[in-house]
């Protein structure tokens, strides 16, 4: 059974850059499209970003276009957020799962604060 977890957060200034990870373990890895999510406080868990299998197309929500970039190392079961130019805004806890998610494989996140 697969299952991914999240490791990279921390605590940064705002313009600082935090790159996140999430590593796949199990019986294999997933060969579909993976995304990262976060829910900040007091709201709702939202995408981020993502990227396919194959060709590795990316796609990003608007407020992070340009700051962060998705990438996957299949060798590694790995996918990647490299976060560039933090925002308060960008504070909460993230999250990686396929894309549409799957309940089975969501996981403890990990805490991205950005102080002003």
């Known amino acids: 059974q697969v299952q991914l977890v999240e490791s990279g957060g921390g605590s940064v200034q705002a313009g600082g850059s935090l790159r996140l990870s999430c590593a796949a373990s199990g019986r294999t890895f997933i060969t579909n499209t993976v995304a990262w999510f976060r829910r900040a406080p007091g709201k709702e868990r939202e995408f981020v970003a993502a990227v396919t299998w194959g060709l590795s197309r990316t796609s990003y929500t608007d407020s992070v276009k340009g700051r962060f970039t998705i990438s996957r190392d299949n060798a590694k079961n790995t996918v990647y957020l490299q976060m560039n130019s933090l925002k308060p805004e960008d504070t909460a806890v993230y999250y990686c799962?396929?894309?549409?998610?799957?309940?089975?494989?969501w996981g403890q996140g990990t805490q991205v604060t950005v102080s002003s």
């Open positions: 799962n396929t894309s549409p998610a799957s309940e089975k494989l």
